[in-house]
Structures are given as structure tokens and as C-alpha cells.
């Protein structure tokens, strides 16, 4: 690469941690948090600023373990590209991860496990998602994760409610994953994980009722309609517009969060459309894949 075509340092750090993901990283925490009955607002910004810390470990040591398969297949990513070397990116992942894990070190032991068990996932990851088609169930249970975090520490705790609302976003985590490894990997796009990423609605379907049912159904019609749109943009196509999809459906995980919590009354719920425009924005500047 041409040293005058070269992103700065700073930028190669924002792609390498794709940071225009990060608002979704946000609203999982709110809204386990919330669904745990919130009040303890420095125990969410202690959890959101851990769990930031985590995420941007998994995206740097993902580039760090794909470096191989990126010089083959992805030369414009950071590493390849000659914009970072490979240990530097080893060291980033490291302390990123060192810095997610000591965060959550004064709170509870249910909360640090979680938050080991959310780091193992995260490493398990990067290091076998190339090589083992069934790696999209460990993103899943990263988001789970992220939900069952958040829920530690807040003041009911892990309960049934946030693990099935937990599990129905990693399913549509899972779906979109299958769906992003076509990106690289290039051929026609299947289309059956669309069936995974409806697993929140199917779940609002069975929860929301009564005074819920309102908010439920809307949240529902919208998140539904992002997806379809989203979907539609890659119909029969490979690459690129691929990528735009899957952009797309990664910002969506703000509307899964705010149909987990549809089911609450509370004013709160307007913090949820402050993530959503946040990650569209983001994405106009930083790559989210």
C-alpha cells in the first residue's frame, strides 16, 4: 500500500475494533440490565464500559488470528494491508481483554464468572470460527452473555425472563452470522437463518400480552420490516452488498434489545433510540465488518 494512501493510526485502530458496533454492545447491556430490574446506574456503566473492553478484544484478536486467511482473501483489512503489524494487534487484543476482565474484578462472583465465561467464548471464537461451521452458536452465546452480564448487576439478578430474551438474541446473532461468513467466503447467499433471526419475534409473540401487547406488536412490525429490507439489499448477490446486509442486520440488535424490553413501561425505553442512528452513523465512518 502507498504510504500516502496509508489510514492514519488512529483510524486503523477504529476498524480493527469495529467501533461502529459498539452501540449494540451498549443497548445489550441496557437492556439486560433493565430487564433485571435496573436502578444500579453504576453497575451498568461499570458493566458497559467491561463489556466494551471485551468486544474490542474479540475484534482485535480476531484480525490478529485471520491474518493468514485475510492476506489471501481480505488484502484491504489492517494487517495485510501493511497498516499494523500482527503483534502489535496481538498485544491491542490483550490488554483490551485484560482491561474487560479487571473491570469487572470489585463486583459479585456471579458477575466475574459470567464475565470469564464471556471471555472464554470470545477467544474460542476468533480462534476456530474459520475452521468450524458451527462457530456462529459461540457469537450467539457471546450476545447471551453480554445479556446474563448485565443482569448480574442489577438488582434481580439473572432470572428465566433474561435468559429466553438472552437466547433469542443469540439466535438472531447466529442467523446473522451464518449469513456475514458468506462475505468472505463469497457464492450465493442462503437464506434459511432468516428463520433464526425471527426468534425474537416469536418470543415477543409469547410474552407480550396485555398492556405489553401495544409496544410489543409495534416493536415487532418494525424490527421485522428492518430485516426484510435488510435482507432484500443482498438478494441473490455475493461481496459487497453482502457486507451492506449484514451492516445493516448488526444494527438491528439495538431493535432486539428494545423488543426484550417492550414488555416495561417505563420512560426508559426512549434511551434504545439513541443506540440505533448511533450505529447507522458510526457505520458511515468505520466499516462494521
Known sequence: MN???????????????????????????LAGWWLAGGKNWPALLCV???????????????????????????????????????????????????????????????????????????????AIHKIVPLSPLLMGACRLLVYLLAASAAPLGVSGEVVWKGLALGAYVVGLSCLARKESSGGGVNYWPIWLMAAPLLMAALVDDGPAWPAGGLFSAVLAAWVLWALSRSHGQIGSNVGYTVSQLLAGIVLVDLLAVASLSDGWLGLFGVWFPAALLLQRFVPAT
Open 3 to 29: 504510504l500516502l494512501n496509508r489510514p492514519s493510526k488512529l483510524r486503523t485502530l477504529l476498524i480493527l475494533g469495529r467501533v461502529s458496533n459498539l452501540p449494540t454492545v451498549w443497548s445489550d447491556c
Open 48 to 126: 458497559s464500559i467491561a463489556a466494551t473492553f471485551l468486544y474490542e478484544a474479540g475484534m482485535f484478536l480476531n484480525d490478529a488470528f485471520d491474518a493468514d486467511f485475510d492476506r489471501q482473501h481480505r488484502r484491504n483489512r489492517p494487517i495485510p494491508s501493511g497498516a499494523i503489524g500482527q503483534a502489535e494487534v496481538w498485544r491491542w487484543g490483550s490488554v483490551w481483554l485484560v482491561l474487560g476482565l479487571g473491570a469487572l474484578g470489585w463486583m459479585g462472583t456471579t458477575t466475574v464468572v459470567l464475565g470469564l465465561a464471556l471471555s472464554a467464548c470470545i477467544v474460542l471464537y476468533d
